[in-house]
Nanobody
C-alpha cells in the first residue's frame, strides 16, 4: 500500500525553481509534523525542512532563504518551493514525518531533482 507519493522533480538550470509536492495517506499526515529530506549520491539522507501541524517551519542552513515548505491539511499534501537552485541541490527528494519528533512512516520513491547547465 503506497502511503507517500512525491512529485515535481526534474532537470533545472542553476538559479531556476521547482515546486515539489507530496501526497500522504491520512494516517501519515494527520496532525503530524512533516518534513522534506534529500539524498545525494554517496551521501546520507538529510532532513532539510520541517513543518508542524499548525504551520511553523524550520530549515537547515543550506536551504534557508531559498526553499519554502508548506502544507495543505485538507489535501494531506506537503509542498517544497525551491528557488535559486544550485548544483549541490541535486538529489532525490523525499517527504515523511519529521523524524526529530515522530516515528518515520514507510518511505516513498522520492522525486529526482537535477540542477545542471
Amino acid at each position: 500500500q503506497v502511503q507517500v507519493v512525491e512529485s515535481g522533480g526534474g532537470l533545472v538550470q542553476p538559479g531556476g525553481s521547482l515546486r515539489l509536492s507530496c501526497v500522504a495517506s491520512i494516517s501519515i499526515f494527520r496532525r503530524y509534523p512533516m518534513a522534506w529530506y534529500r539524498q545525494a549520491p554517496g551521501k546520507e539522507r538529510e532532513l532539510i525542512a520541517g513543518i508542524t501541524s499548525d504551520g511553523s517551519t524550520n530549515y537547515v542552513n543550506s536551504v534557508t532563504g531559498r526553499f519554502t515548505i508548506s502544507r495543505d491539511n485538507a489535501k494531506n499534501t506537503v509542498y517544497l518551493q525551491m528557488n535559486s537552485l544550485k548544483h549541490e541541490d541535486t538529489a532525490v527528494y523525499y517527504c515523511n514525518r519529521d523524524r526529530r519528533v515522530s516515528l518515520l512512516a514507510s518511505w516513498g520513491r522520492g522525486t529526482q531533482v537535477t540542477v545542471s547547465s
